[in-house]
């Protein structure tokens, strides 16, 4: 009998899948598919392959996960600057004037300038002041037997504008304390506006601050604020 044209021969001859495994180059599938019957040398080997494929889509999978978040490092190197310009910092009040430095004769001249008398010296809409304003300024403003004196609107503006004394309440500059008697009043300013500002440096510190408010500027004293003196 010819085993060529044995019934069984057609059994014998190797899948596509056997081919494929045989001539592949990945690693370890020729070993899983091989010609024969199974064997436990086989089972290893396919446990460590599909292990192995497993890691390798989990990793992927995780590694294209962090990659669409987009993740970033932000690095700041912070550099410490020997001096530094001074800013210029404006602090405006909007009350400008004192009403308790106010006099009769200040209302008398200056009572419709400062929107509390109208053209004829009267108090006007008296329903909308508060009750303990409305009464002191009903006194003030009676100006009946009253004879007008000369009235200076630069000593008006010194003498009801703010004090930096009772405005400042805290002050710290360069890590030392600072007060109103740091400064000094300069008459000639113009400013209406607390503000504190840049001086050109000199021998002594490279840091000035001026306060100007209405008709009056602070600025700092001989000392320098901030040095040791």
């Not at 899948?17 to 599938?29: E, M, P, R």
């Not at 290893?44 to 292990?51: E, I, N, P, R, S």
């Amino acid at each position: 009998m010819d085993l060529k044209e044995s019934p069984s021969e057609g059994s014998l001859q190797p899948s596509s899948l056997q081919i494929f495994a045989n001539t592949s180059t990945l690693h370890g599938i020729r070993h899983i598919f091989v010609y024969g019957p199974l064997t436990i040398r086989r089972v290893l080997w396919a446990v460590a392959f599909v292990g192995s494929l497993g890691l390798l889509l989990l990793e992927s999978s995780e590694r294209v996960s962090y990659y669409f978040s987009y993740q970033h490092v932000t690095k700041v190197d912070e550099v410490v600057a020997q001096s530094l310009v001074f800013p210029a910092v404006t602090l405006c009040n909007l009350n400008g004037f004192r009403f308790s430095r106010l006099t009769t004769n200040d209302l008398y001249h200056a009572g419709e300038l400062l929107a509390l008398l109208d053209v004829n010296l009267q108090i006007p809409d008296p329903h909308l002041a508060d009750p303990t304003v409305l009464e002191a300024l009903r006194q003030k403003a009676n100006f009946k037997h009253y004879k007008p004196k000369q009235f200076s609107m630069l000593e008006f503006l010194h003498r009801v504008g703010h004090d930096l004394k009772d405005m400042m309440l805290y002050c710290k500059f360069k890590g030392q304390e600072c007060g109103h008697r740091d400064f000094t009043p300069m008459p000639e300013g113009e400013s209406r506006a607390l503000e504190f500002q840049h001086l050109e440096p000199n021998s002594d510190c490279k840091f000035g601050m001026a306060v100007q408010q209405l008709q009056r500027d602070w600025t700092l004293s001989s000392t320098c604020l901030g040095s040791s003196a």
